[in-house]
């Protein structure tokens, strides 16, 4: 896939993740691996411009006696995926005249 | 490579980032390599997997984001002495706080046992000349208090080993707020 629209959709996937619970690191990937290639490296920076965007926030909580990081989603980031609906009706139509060799189907 | 030595050398290779970036990314994989080896897989192939120190670095340089902070050295010395300051400062405090309760837990442990042996030991010698029914219950409860009393303190040093990793992230936690709040502010 394109590095650019892989970028984009590695986010968007990152903030699906969290829609229905609250989650942490190595469990994002689990959840996401599935669907598209991803990194414990390149995930970190993308948690990062989740929160920076506020689409996600952060705390810690004790598990066996250690902290863990949590990401929720806030309603920003609720608003943020709801935007995809759109986009996909316009991304569709892009793909449909890509894909129709120029347009001329 | 093992989870320390990994730590150590990905702490080190963040040198040219300021000290709040540079603990929330250590802590980050910190997280992860414990996450995996809790789910039952090998610590060194997961930390295999991660892949390079150096390709980690450029992964989260390459982010916008991160490259500005980066640049941005200016009050790095500053908040270099404060983020130890503030280390050396948690870490005594931890350490006066374990002193005292692992005291207490030492006294409560070492008086239990005593009292355990003096009512057992009593309760032998006199065993012979036939003893009345509330001498038997006063060495009895000696025992359990004894019992009681030796047992709290076995838990108290169990606490303080359990508490003392979360005490000192914690601590660490709010140091890294504070340096991450005086650095938006010297933006």
């Given at each position: 896939?394109?590095?650019?629209?892989?970028?984009?959709?590695?986010?968007?996937?990152?903030?699906?993740?969290?829609?229905?619970?609250?989650?942490?690191?190595?469990?994002?990937?689990?959840?996401?691996?599935?669907?598209?290639?991803?990194?414990?490296?390149?995930?970190?920076?993308?948690?990062?411009?989740?929160?920076?965007?506020?689409?996600?926030?952060?705390?810690?909580?004790e598990?066996?006696s250690?902290?863990?990081?949590?990401?929720?989603?806030?309603?920003?980031?609720?608003?943020?995926?709801?935007?995809?609906?759109?986009?996909?009706?316009?991304?569709?139509?892009?793909?449909?005249?890509?894909?129709?060799?120029?347009?001329?189907? | 490579?093992?989870?320390?030595?990994?730590?150590?050398?990905?702490?080190?290779?963040?040198?040219?980032?300021?000290?709040?970036?540079?603990?929330?990314?250590?802590?980050?994989?910190?997280?992860?390599?414990?996450?995996?080896?809790?789910?039952?897989?090998?610590?060194?192939?997961?930390?295999?997997?991660?892949?390079?120190?150096?390709?980690?670095?450029?992964?989260?340089?390459?982010?916008?984001?991160?490259?500005?902070?980066?640049?941005?050295?200016?009050?790095?010395?500053?908040?270099?002495?404060?983020?130890?300051?503030?280390?050396?400062?948690?870490?005594?405090?931890f350490g006066i706080f374990a002193i005292t309760v692992g005291s207490i837990a030492f006294s409560l442990s070492v008086t239990g046992i005593s009292t355990v042996f003096v009512a057992v030991g009593a309760y032998l010698r006199d065993s012979v000349a036939d003893p009345s029914t509330a001498t038997l219950i006063m060495y009895a409860g000696g025992t359990l208090l004894g019992a009681g009393l030796f047992l709290g303190g076995i838990w108290g040093f169990k606490w303080i080993i359990k508490i003392s990793r979360v005490i000192?992230?914690?601590?660490?936690?709010?140091?890294?707020?504070?340096?991450?709040?005086?650095?938006?502010?010297?933006?």
């Amino acid at each position: 896939m394109d590095a650019q629209l892989k970028k984009g959709f590695l986010e968007l996937l990152v903030l699906a993740s969290l829609k229905s619970a609250a989650s942490y690191g190595y469990k994002i990937i689990q959840d996401v691996s599935g669907i598209i290639d991803i990194s414990e490296s390149t995930l970190y920076p993308i948690l990062k411009r989740l929160e920076q965007q506020e689409f996600v926030a952060t705390y810690t909580e004790e598990y066996n006696s250690r902290l863990r990081r949590y990401y929720r989603i806030t309603p920003a980031g609720i608003a943020k995926l709801r935007e995809c609906r759109t986009d996909f009706e316009e991304t569709k139509k892009i793909y449909d005249y890509i894909l129709s060799e120029g347009g001329r189907s | 490579m093992n989870k320390y030595e990994f730590i150590y050398k990905l702490d080190k290779a963040l040198d040219g980032f300021s000290a709040a970036e540079r603990a929330e990314i250590v802590r980050y994989y910190e997280e992860l390599i414990q996450d995996a080896r809790d789910s039952g897989e090998p610590e060194n192939a997961f930390i295999d997997r991660l892949g390079s120190i150096e390709t980690i670095i450029r992964t989260i340089k390459k982010d916008g984001t991160f490259l500005s902070n980066v640049k941005e050295k200016k009050d790095f010395q500053l908040r270099k002495v404060f983020d130890v300051t503030v280390r050396i400062l948690g870490y005594s405090l931890f350490g006066i706080f374990a002193i005292t309760v692992g005291s207490i837990a030492f006294s409560l442990s070492v008086t239990g046992i005593s009292t355990v042996f003096v009512a057992v030991g009593a309760y032998l010698r006199d065993s012979v000349a036939d003893p009345s029914t509330a001498t038997l219950i006063m060495y009895a409860g000696g025992t359990l208090l004894g019992a009681g009393l030796f047992l709290g303190g076995i838990w108290g040093f169990k606490w303080i080993i359990k508490i003392s990793r979360v005490i000192i992230e914690k601590s660490l936690e709010f140091a890294d707020k504070i340096i991450k709040k005086i650095g938006e502010r010297n933006k």
